[in-house]
């Protein structure tokens, strides 16, 4: 996937070479809020801070007014409201750095929402220190490597099947229970019918 733009939470600021590499290549960078902050420390400059400022630096936000863009809608977190940012400019391939960490509900939060914005045909991946998160629906293909620790997480999809996995899949119904699978080889195919989220892990 070609990405449009890179989102950075205020989760824990990443550290694996992958999601920085993203963060320092990306066309264009959209900070949730606080996490403005880091960024701007570390030598950067974000093209658009969203939110509602509420962990956003007196000094970034006077520094970077024109840059920042409050949102105070309580309806929706701050990972959507540069969703919804990046979307009305026609961005539809994103990638999310820095979205979990941190607070634990925060991060569940974040990555539910990831099937939301699959549901509204955008494409977007959450990158963590330790793999991508990749919503995605019915039956598809993703390329792998031997050993490659793979988790399925369902969301009402139906008729869970694997080929290229260590372990069988069925129609989760816990979370947990699709977590600590393994690829056999450098691909692996699931077919089903609805949406579900698969977390890759680096090698």
């Not at 070609?2 to 939470?9: H, K, N």
């Not at 701050?78 to 979990?100: S, Y």
């Not at 490659?148 to 979370?175: C, E, H, M, R």
């Not at 077919?191 to 680096?202: D, E, H, I, M």
Request: some cysteine; overall charge negative.
């Amino acid at each position: 996937m070609e990405i449009e733009a890179v989102i950075l939470g205020n989760g824990d600021y990443p550290s694996h070479p992958y999601p920085l590499d993203l963060l320092q290549q990306a066309p264009y960078v959209v900070c949730c809020d606080g996490a403005a902050n880091e960024y701007i420390h570390r030598g950067h400059t974000p093209d658009a801070i969203i939110g509602d400022g509420d962990s956003l630096s007196a000094e970034n936000k006077k520094k970077f007014a024109d840059i920042f863009h409050p949102i105070k809608d309580q309806e929706s977190n701050d990972q959507t409201k540069a969703i919804r940012f990046l979307q009305a400019q026609g961005k539809h391939r994103i990638a999310i750095v820095g979205g979990t960490g941190k607070r634990e509900d925060h991060t569940l939060g974040n990555i539910s929402l990831l099937i939301d914005y699959l549901q509204e045909e955008l494409e977007v991946r959450m990158i963590t220190d330790y793999g991508v998160f990749i919503p995605t629906h019915n039956s598809q293909t993703f390329t792998s490597y031997p050993g490659q620790q793979i988790s399925i997480f369902n969301f009402g999809a139906k008729g869970l099947q694997a080929d290229g996995l260590v372990y069988p899949l069925s129609d989760f119904s816990n979370w947990w229970q699709g977590t600590l699978n393994e690829a056999t080889g450098t691909e692996f195919h699931i077919k089903a019918s609805g949406n579900y989220l698969v977390f890759q892990n680096f090698r």
